[in-house]
RNA sequence: CGGGGCGUAGCUCAGCCUGGCAGAGCGCUUGCUUCGGGAGCAAGAGGCCGGAGGUUCGAAUCCUCUCGCCCCGACCA
């Protein structure tokens, strides 16, 4: 009897995901191609990741400010590398109040022109750096091909963007942020993530380097969940943020700029959901509980009402965030149904049967595990119940990521295996060439080379000639 | 930009080939009965058939043009 109208995983992977995301009311495409409209259920798990990232952000010394949405062409023409990356997939503003604009604007994809102009007017001295500044945005880019969360035409996210006296500096703040994000995805979100270092190809256009955290998805796929750049002095060099140095020097200084998106949630829901729907790890579930109250008619319905009101009080005394549901039109199946489909972490049931036992049901969302639990007791249990969750989610995916990591040096076993996904630790020399062969032939790339690996010295996987250093990550990634 | 598909009720779609009253399921409204895993019955509301032009006595249906969206590739947080 039960209506299946989420695909299964196994099925159609593809289908899948928007089957969750729109039975978990999540989001919806809107009127604009390749730009979403995100519910309040998908935004409400947007401000819990917001609010984790940004305690974190301004615990690591950072302020938050705001630069506007539109850039000027000259200006972001002034960063070679950069404006060739990202020009093509600018939108950009030729009209306004009803004339042709002298000069078109551009809608940032990304604020470093704006910003690093701007910071050349704050910086004189070397006692005006460190600019550590952070700003929560909306940006866009003209992407051929969208998914929503995982790639929408404006999305939302944050970008960190600082300037330093010295590139040690500025290297240590891009792996500060690093770190700040791999908290996040396996302490917040209960991702697991590798942090490391993006080959050339890969980079930023105008860094000298990218740093990024992967995280392996249920398909098998990867998913870049966060980056952090050194820019080196190129923007500053670009966008004149120069300073007289403690020796009187004039002096150009080190930026890096660093953000994760809207994509996390993307990531959230193929790192967690399953065949039923959503599953929401606690810390970003805008609701933790819902309590089902179960009854026959009016009568029975006041007869729990105190009872209920009662829980709703004590669990939310224990910092748990409750709701009761007590919508009189739904059955308390079809509330099962919904709420299970949003990810609830936890359901509470409590019908006559309990009332008389001085019980309630408690039922996890992530694995179905169902208890009774005396009413009195049901604050402190769900309390706790939560943090189990939590950890469960975050094992339970490290557990599958093992599975499908593998450390391979035949590549044709390479080649062959790859059609299944999962994250393959490969020796590689780090010639462009070989690189590029490994995407023509099997559409995988290389993720990243680990930050924390082990030195692991030998042939290349592609050509056999030496390769040093640890074993770079390839994958299929979206 | 190539290749494929689709625009009809809020949603999913049938009807089109072979022109003749605008349809179904789900959802929605109202009422009664229900309520421990997606309720049943009854009565209702809801449409510029994507848009423009043409053929015709008559067009959702045939023809021409146009706009938009989705899927598959090349580019990407």
């Known amino acids: 009897m039960a209506r299946r109208k989420i695909a299964k995983r196994a099925d159609d992977y593809a289908q899948w995901y928007l089957d969750v995301i729109a039975e978990g ?17 998908g935004y409400g798990i947007w401000e819990r990741i917001q609010r984790e990232l940004d305690d974190r952000i301004k615990a690591s010394g950072h302020e938050n400010a705001y630069f506007p949405l539109f850039v000027p062409k000259s200006l972001l023409d002034k960063e070679a590398e950069h404006v060739e990356g990202f020009a093509p997939e600018c939108a950009v503003v030729t009209h306004g109040g009803g004339k042709e604009l002298e000069e078109p604007l551009f809608v940032r994809p990304t604020s470093e022109a704006i910003i690093c102009t701007t910071y050349g007017n704050w910086v004189e001295s070397w006692r005006d750096l460190p600019i550590l500044i952070n700003q929560w945005a909306n940006v866009v880019r003209w ?11 404006e999305f939302l996210w944050q970008e960190g963007h600082t300037a330093h006296e010295t590139h040690d500096e500025a290297a240590a703040e891009v792996q500060t942020m690093l770190d700040v994000y791999a908290d996040l995805a396996e302490n917040v979100l209960a991702i697991p993530v590798i942090k490391g270092r993006k080959t050339a190809a890969e980079r930023f256009p105008g860094a000298i380097d990218t740093y990024s955290i ?3 998805m249920q398909d098998g796929k990867a998913l870049q969940a966060g980056t952090s750049h050194d820019l080196g002095q190129n923007f ?29 949630i993307g990531g959230m829901i193929m790192a967690h959901a399953d065949d039923d729907g959503l599953v929401v790890p606690p810390l970003l579930a805008p609701l933790h509980a819902v309590i089902v ?3 026959k008619g009016e009568e029975e319905a006041a007869a729990l009402r105190e009872d209920v009101d009662g829980m709703v009080t004590a669990l939310r005394a224990a910092g748990v965030r409750v709701k009761a549901d007590v919508r009189d039109h739904l059955r308390p199946g079809a509330k099962f149904f919904e709420w299970e489909k949003k990810g609830v972490p936890v359901r509470i049931e409590y019908g006559a049967r309990d009332k008389a036992a001085g019980n309630v049901v408690v039922k996890r969302r992530d694995n179905g595990e169902k208890q009774i639990v005396p009413r ?8 706790a119940l939560l943090v189990t969750i939590q950890s469960d989610l975050l094992a339970r995916a490290r557990a599958r990521r093992a599975e499908r990591s593998y450390v391979v040096d035949d590549y044709a076993e390479f080649r062959s295996r790859i059609v299944d996904g999962g994250f393959f630790h490969m020796r590689w020399c780090g010639d462009v060439s070989c690189e590029a062969r490994v995407k023509d032939e099997t559409k995988a790339t290389i993720r990243c080379i680990p930050n924390e690996g082990d030195e692991d010295a030998g042939p290349c996987v592609v050509c056999g000639k030496g390769a040093d250093g640890v074993r770079a990550v390839f994958a299929r990634a979206y």
């Open 293 to 295: 109250p179960i009854y």
């Open 214 to 216: 992967e995280a392996l």
């Open 25 to 41: 009311q999540m989001a919806e495409h809107s009127m604009v191609r390749g730009c979403m409209i995100i519910k309040p259920w």
């Open 376 to 383: 009195g007791d049901v604050a402190g249990v769900v309390a």
């Open 143 to 153: 992407e051929m091909r969208t998914r929503l969360f995982l790639r929408t035409m």
């Open 236 to 264: 500053a060099k670009a966008y004149d943020i120069s300073f007289q140095s403690r020796g009187g020097e004039m002096e150009y200084a080190w930026s890096t700029s660093w953000g994760v998106s809207t994509r996390l």
